[in-house]
């Protein structure tokens, strides 16, 4: 038998705001979380959406956290919020060897790394830290979330760049669907704003060189010119609905669909025509048992680069045919900015909140339509509609694509509603 998998709590830490609530509340309004870099930045780059205010002391002993990178703090603090929302207590109302963690992350504790890098070069090997591997591998974050609950069952953590948060979700989704476990904390986080990660990317001449944050990030706009970094973290709680059921927990939305695939084409950038972004999208549908027209909202990769956004539409029409114009479409990345391997944890959670409130988030900063992207972005303002079903798309370096498709489920209030 295939398990149904339903969401049943969530949290986040994002440049718009830390807490859902909050964030969603920001999103809706179209709040920038984009924000000048200090004037001392050497880097081509001005801009980064960077998170203000993160009290690390209320999640976290400031002892341990001294022995943690600030990915794993954001992984915390989002991965507590959505057990508390959930309503989740392993060891209660929860098997601890049937409740896993999968968090992904697409560089993992590259400030910690850099930092010990200085240290070698500067004072020696003696003064590297023995907590700084433990601080700066991708998977710590899934490790210290499963310490944090006493989480015994499948630990696992995706390294897919910026698709590592999707992945992680769908792959939760799969595992639950199996039988491999009850419930799972799934989701991304990132905190990649040092010096060697922004001047990567700015290397590649992926990232926007504006010095405005109202300028910044732009998706579908004629007048875009590359992403903007940020950091953050998302976490879902995803669970069988059967174990749901039984505890008494108001389901969000249901998990309908995952669809993933590789491009097998450029380390960087996507096949101009989006042809294999296009089938990750037709992979969750058939999985999701949906046609085209049955998707209300998508919440697009939208990263604001040339190429992407070009061979996103180019995608999202070669699947959706004339209905591609009817589909409400955002690109929150105009609000958060880029949170890489967290990105689509987070647009995750917008998508289910969309859902959830009847509404579709905008696309701010959109000013200027490109005539080759002729499709309905939700520009600058969010815009209440039906969504009975969303998609969330991740295309990340690599060729890594992964698409999530949520459905609608009935007002929560009465744990005895929704599925049979």
């Not at 989480?151 to 491999?180: H, K, L, M, W, Y």
């Not at 200027?368 to 969330?392: G, H, I």
């Amino acid at each position: 038998m295939t398990e149904r998998v339903v969401v049943t709590g969530m949290g986040c830490v994002t440049p718009i705001g830390i807490g859902k609530e909050i964030a969603w509340r920001n999103a809706l309004n179209g709040v920038c979380g984009i924000r000048k870099l200090p004037e001392s930045n050497k880097l081509p780059a001005k801009l980064a959406a960077y998170i203000r205010d993160f009290e690390t002391a209320a999640y976290i002993d400031p002892k341990e956290a001294r022995r943690m990178d600030r990915f794993v703090h954001f992984a915390i603090a989002s991965a507590d919020e959505a057990v508390r929302d959930s309503g989740l207590a392993i060891g209660d109302n929860a098997d601890p060897f049937r409740t896993g963690v999968w968090i992904g992350s697409g560089v993992g504790g590259i400030a910690t790394f850099e930092n010990g890098m200085k240290d070698v070069l500067a004072r020696g090997y003696g003064r590297v830290s023995p907590y700084a591997l433990t601080m700066y591998l991708p998977n710590t974050a899934a490790s210290q979330v499963a310490i944090r609950y006493g989480a015994r069952g499948p630990t696992e953590c995706s390294v897919t760049a910026c698709a590592s948060g999707s992945n992680a979700i769908g792959g939760a989704f799969r595992a639950i669907q199996r039988g491999d476990a009850d419930v799972i904390i799934a989701g991304g986080t990132e905190a990649p704003l040092c010096d060697i990660g922004i001047a990567s990317f700015a290397a590649m001449r992926a990232l926007s060189l504006q010095d405005e944050p109202e300028s910044g990030s732009r998706p579908f706009d004629r007048r875009r010119d590359g992403l903007i970094m940020g950091e953050g973290a998302g976490i879902l709680v995803l669970e069988s609905w059967r174990h749901a059921r039984a505890r008494g927990a108001m389901p969000y939305a249901e998990v309908l669909g995952y669809g993933a695939c590789g491009e097998a084409y450029h380390i960087a950038a996507p096949r101009p025509d989006g042809s294999d972004w296009s089938r990750a999208m037709t992979l969750a549908l058939k999985d999701a048992g949906l046609r085209p027209e049955q998707i209300d909202y998508m919440n697009a990769h939208g990263t604001g680069t040339i190429a992407g956004d070009l061979a996103e539409t180019r995608a999202i029409r070669s699947v959706f045919g004339q209905y591609a114009y009817e589909v409400s479409i955002s690109s929150t990345k105009s609000m958060s900015g880029h949170l890489l391997g967290a990105s689509g944890a987070v647009e995750a959670i917008w998508s289910v909140l969309a859902l959830h409130d009847q509404i579709v988030p905008p696309t701010i900063h959109y000013e200027e339509p490109d005539e080759e992207m002729d499709l309905d972005y939700t520009p600058n303002e969010a815009r209440k509609r039906p969504v009975e079903t969303a998609m969330s798309n991740t295309f990340a370096f690599g060729g890594h694509n992964a698409v999530l498709v949520f459905g609608r489920m009935p007002e929560r209030g009465d744990a005895s509603d929704g599925l049979p």
